[in-house]
């Protein structure tokens, strides 16, 4: 499903743009991921137009970024989490720009709904992830949310194992060592990441507060993508009493974006409705130009 | 642009997050740190004063970072950049970290890893690493 809305537009040297078209809120056990393929935004007077609605503080720090692709991969990256939250208004028209945001006492970034001009609070939780080449957004409501995201070619300059020995849990490295094609154990690797990078920025609470050794991320059988978590205790010297707490408290996603990149989505299953599963909806923007339904999955 | 001299100072915009001044001495083959606790500045404006690392660590961090980063070997980096800056993800990070594992032979705490941002935070932590290594 396509919605475009200002291919017109783009031919007039100075743009004025269309209305954000609005969204229904995610349900308790959706995710929305939000992706722009720099690529596909050309644009100058559009990029120029994304600009206004920056503060002058994100302003700042898309001009640090050294080299024009880096500058308007952070412009992009802004816009795409000012104007998809927006659109989350539905009860009437609201500036992406009058957005403001603050951090958790941990530097997780989140809306500040007070300080917010004409917007409706909302239990609407978001996270941001990008690439060279590919921004993502993803966004729930009550549950906190996690994405990241890795091109899959990502060549990692480490022999793989030794750094997964370095970072990665005793069951991670074992399982990666079970793969035999260098390829394979390259991209199993780096899908790992991305699943341990989702949770750490999904519990909100820094790197320190889940290193990476201390939890396994396993994929599930008989489910394509789907991972479960398991702790594991810190205590035990002896591998035989190695205490595990897996449970299903958090929900991870796998899949693949744009044929290019590995996308890892994890939320706190608040298990309201238990057993019901969760579903990951995938749509690619441009914001004002257009968006494109690409995919809705479900996982457990 | 940061100047890295022998005189070893670099001062930063006043900021208010830290008070802290640290003198490094600088000697030909070693050096000495000394800190000398909070300083409460009676003016209001107030004062970072950091030492930058011995230059050569610092260029040997921008080697290994312009390597990792895939950056061209004519980019300008300073003790300031910051590795976002220059298009590191938290990947990027922890692969530069190990390289300065190996280049310096030290072992860094994986919060300390995931918590440098830029090229000076690095090199400063490689120093304090080195000089508490115990003698082999």
Known sequence: ?300 | MASLSATSLSFKAPSIQSTRIYQVLRKPSSFQSISFGRFQSSKSLRLQISCAAKPETVQKVSDIVKEQLALSADTALTAESKFSALGADSLDTVEIVMALEEKFNISVEEADAQNITTIQEAADLIEDLVQKKPAA
């Open chain 1, 1 to 300: 499903m396509r919605t475009s809305v200002m291919s017109q537009m783009q031919r007039s040297f100075s743009i004025d743009l269309p209305s954000l078209i609005p969204l229904q809120l995610p349900s308790r056990r959706e995710t929305h991921l939000w992706y722009i393929l720099p690529d596909e935004v050309k644009s100058t007077s559009l990029l120029k137009r994304y600009s206004q609605f920056l503060s002058p503080i994100e302003k700042d720090r898309v001009d640090q970024m050294r080299g024009d692709e880096l500058k308007k991969n952070a412009l992009l990256a802004r816009t795409l989490v000012r104007t998809t939250i927006a659109r989350y208004q539905t009860n009437k028209a609201v500036d992406p720009g009058s957005l403001m945001f603050k951090k958790n006492m941990y530097g997780k970034p989140e809306v500040d709904w007070q300080n917010c001009k004409n917007y409706n609070v909302q239990p609407l939780h978001f996270n941001i992830s990008h690439t060279d080449s590919l921004i993502a957004c993803g966004v729930t409501v009550h549950a906190p949310v996690g994405i990241d995201v890795e091109d899959k070619e990502r060549k990692i300059k480490h022999d793989v194992l030794a750094f997964a020995k370095r970072f990665y849990t005793t069951d991670e490295v074992n399982f990666l060592a079970t793969i035999l094609d260098p390829e394979a154990q390259r991209k199993e690797f780096i899908k790992l990441w991305t699943l341990k990078e989702a949770y750490v920025k999904a519990l909100g609470k820094g790197f320190s507060a889940a290193p990476f050794n201390t939890f396994t991320i396993q994929s599930k059988p008989g489910t394509e993508g789907g991972y479960s978590l398991c702790k594991t205790s810190e205590v035990t010297a002896n591998p035989l009493e190695k205490t595990e707490e897996c449970n299903g408290r958090w929900k991870f996603d796998l899949l693949e974006l744009a044929g290019s990149h590995y996308a890892a989505v994890c939320t706190e299953d608040d298990q309201a409705d238990e057993g019901a599963p969760m579903r990951v909806i995938v749509r690619k923007t441009i914001p004002f130009v257009e968006d494109q339904l690409i995919s809705e999955r479900i996982f457990l």
